[in-house]
């Protein structure tokens, strides 16, 4: 198997599907204009199936266009799409009987430099948590060992300040990672409100800190980890480092991973009495989660 | 027209010697990106062929401009900003966009003394593309991306030297010593041809025969193109309460989120993207072109070469117009 094989099946697949009317809409990637080597496609007759892209420049989410898409959709689903779908059952957000998956085995994406696209280089995921129909890659397809791009802080509270406001230098607060984001799906941000207003209108870094902040800690335990926030971020802001950590305090302390177990219930959404506190002023102190 | 020869080498003695006097913005690099930012050192200072991945508007239209200050005793305290900037390096397609933006901000009942302000402190220093990048369609917008006369002088790369056409007495202030050059070997100065992508029809065709719809799904709202886009001028007053003053900013605004239209009374005219990618279509080919004769995209191509979807406005105005036809 391979790129090209594993397209000639997932077009099969989707012909048949759209043919005998089990579905009305297939969400899959077409080929890109200009810049981009690949574009998301809406599919909805078996001869449109023909134009379908599958390879490695196809990176981009897909699934934060099934909260649109509500009903008779197919995705055709990569293991960071399938986490955001298993997020989304979750969290109430879609109905699993109105949608069908199409699991895709990743060989992982590339992206324009020809290394591993945000999010792909420390992902070991090759089989989507959910799927209805899992199309495979075939034989020979192992979790390479890649270099972790997107490194975890520093330990010096220092470093991190610096490296943090260093990043924030590029942002230009035009909260395109907030789009692109599966996570981020409030219908009134935080940010756009005017009661309170949390975001100071004099634009400097501060400001962009307020919105990288507050858009973390909403993350905590739920960041799937598709790593579009880089992705579609034009001024190149690495945000995911931040994310990444929190994923993993969550982890430690409440052993919760998100986008696994659509039955499991998300760790921000439930209270129990014996959780750690380490995240409150007074609570315990945790090394594990913390450093010293 | 006066043009004169800058050898390369001079061009940092030039600008290290306006910068007791200016503040001059240049294309530096930021990582791996080129930005038009004001510049510390003359050594960061980028002439290439790359382009910027957004526009320089910000020094002309900022993110955000704090205009005045209301104190409790009733003071109105407006903010001055004398500044004089020099910017360096602005392509034809950013020129063309301050053109319209200044017809905006500057033309008819409405004055936005600013911009208007800041445009007076301004030099503009054009400099001319070689290559076309991906997505850069400013040919079919009638623009040459080798001279516009948008400026106060434009210089063209010739080898180890700049010819620099002189078009204003603030470029002449400038350039002025150099030696000058016959005209008839100088580069070719022509301002552009008939531009081809247009949208020619009335609102109500448009409304109600294109499919708004289907041509915006792929759109996530995110609003980059709004942001790195020249011609973008959409603005929202703020007031903000800071240590007992209440101060009045004005922010860039984008019609590409969903708040942009909200009323107060919770109804929103734009409720869906499909409303709003119509938008920011019209906007800029019909309504700025309605009311000040010039349709407002410039061919730049970023919001091409940013857009994470995708989305290609060439090809939908084309689209457009094929379906209509």
């Known amino acids: 198997m391979s790129f090209e094989k594993q397209r000639i099946e997932l077009i099969d697949t989707c012909k048949n599907l759209l043919k005998e009317g089990k579905v009305n809409l297939v969400l899959g990637f077409a080929e890109g204009q200009a810049e981009m080597s690949a574009s998301p496609f809406f599919i909805r007759t078996p001869e449109e199936t023909d134009e379908m892209k599958w390879d490695d420049a196809c990176s981009m989410t897909l699934a934060k266009y099934l909260l649109e898409k509500k009903e008779g959709a197919a995705i055709i689903a990569k293991p960071c799409d399938a986490r955001a779908i298993v997020m989304y059952l979750a969290e109430n957000q879609i109905e699993r009987d109105k949608l069908t998956i199409i699991g895709v085995e990743c060989a992982g994406m590339k992206g324009k430099d020809g290394l591993a696209a945000p999010g792909c280089e420390d992902c070991k995921l090759r089989i989507p948590p959910v799927y209805d129909i899992l199309v495979g890659y075939g034989d020979g397809l192992e979790a390479e060992a890649v270099q972790k791009a997107a490194d975890t802080m520093e330990a010096e509270l220092s470093g991190k300040l610096t490296r943090f406001q260093k990043e924030m230098e590029k942002c230009i607060l035009c909260f395109s990672c907030r789009q692109a984001c599966y996570g981020c799906y409030c219908e009134s941000c935080f940010i756009d409100r005017e009661i309170p207003n949390w975001l100071p209108k004099e634009l400097d870094t501060g400001a962009k800190m307020v919105f990288h902040l507050g858009r973390a800690m909403h993350l905590a335990g739920r960041c799937v980890e598709c790593g579009a926030c880089e992705r579609v971020c034009p001024s190149g802001v690495n945000i995911r480092y931040l994310v990444k950590d929190l994923a993993e305090f969550c982890e430690a302390l409440y052993g919760y991973q998100p986008g696994v177990n659509p039955e499991e219930v998300p760790a921000m959404t439930t209270f129990d009495m014996n959780d750690k506190e380490v995240g409150f002023i007074g609570g315990e102190h945790n090394e594990a989660c913390c450093g010293s | 027209m006066k043009h004169v020869v800058v050898p390369k080498d001079s061009i940092k003695d030039l600008l290290e010697s306006l910068m007791t006097d200016y503040k001059i913005v240049a294309p530096v690099r930021e990582g791996q990106t080129l930005v038009y930012k004001a510049v510390n050192q003359v050594d960061e200072v980028i002439l290439n062929d790359e382009a910027a991945y957004k526009s320089p508007k910000e020094f002309l239209f900022p993110q955000t401009e704090q205009m005045m200050v209301f104190s409790k005793d009733g003071d109105i305290r407006i903010t001055e900003d004398d500044t004089k900037t020099i910017l360096f390096g602005v392509r034809s397609c950013d020129l063309e966009a301050l053109k319209i933006m200044t017809a905006v901000f500057t033309q008819g009942k409405f004055i936005d003394t600013y911009f208007e302000k800041k445009l007076k402190n301004t030099v503009l220093i054009g400099f001319g593309c070689q290559s076309e990048k991906k997505g850069c369609f400013c040919g079919d917008r009638g623009l040459n991306k080798g001279y516009s006369e948008a400026c106060d002088a434009f210089l063209t790369d010739n080898g180890d030297q700049y010819i620099v056409q002189i078009i204003t007495e603030k470029g002449e202030l400038l350039f002025g010593g150099f030696a000058q050059i016959d005209s008839q070997k100088a580069v070719s100065c022509e301002s552009g041809g008939q531009a081809l992508l247009e949208i020619n029809s009335d609102e109500s065709t448009l409304f109600n025969n294109v499919d708004w719809g289907r041509i915006s799904e792929k759109c996530m709202g995110c609003g980059t193109c709004t942001y790195i886009c020249p011609t973008c001028h959409c603005f929202v007053f703020k007031d903000v309460v800071e240590k007992g003053e209440a101060i009045r900013y004005k922010c860039w ?66 689209e457009i117009m094929e379906g209509l036809k």
């Open chain 2, 253 to 318: 605004d984008s019609c590409m989120y969903p708040k942009f239209t909200m009323h107060a009374s919770g109804h929103n005219p734009r409720a869906s993207k499909k409303e709003r990618y119509r938008q920011r279509i019209l906007h800029k080919y019909l309504y700025v072109k309605q009311n000040f004769g010039y349709t407002a995209c410039t061919g730049c191509g970023r919001c091409i070469r940013s857009c994470p979807v995708g989305m290609n406005i060439k090809s939908v105005v084309t």
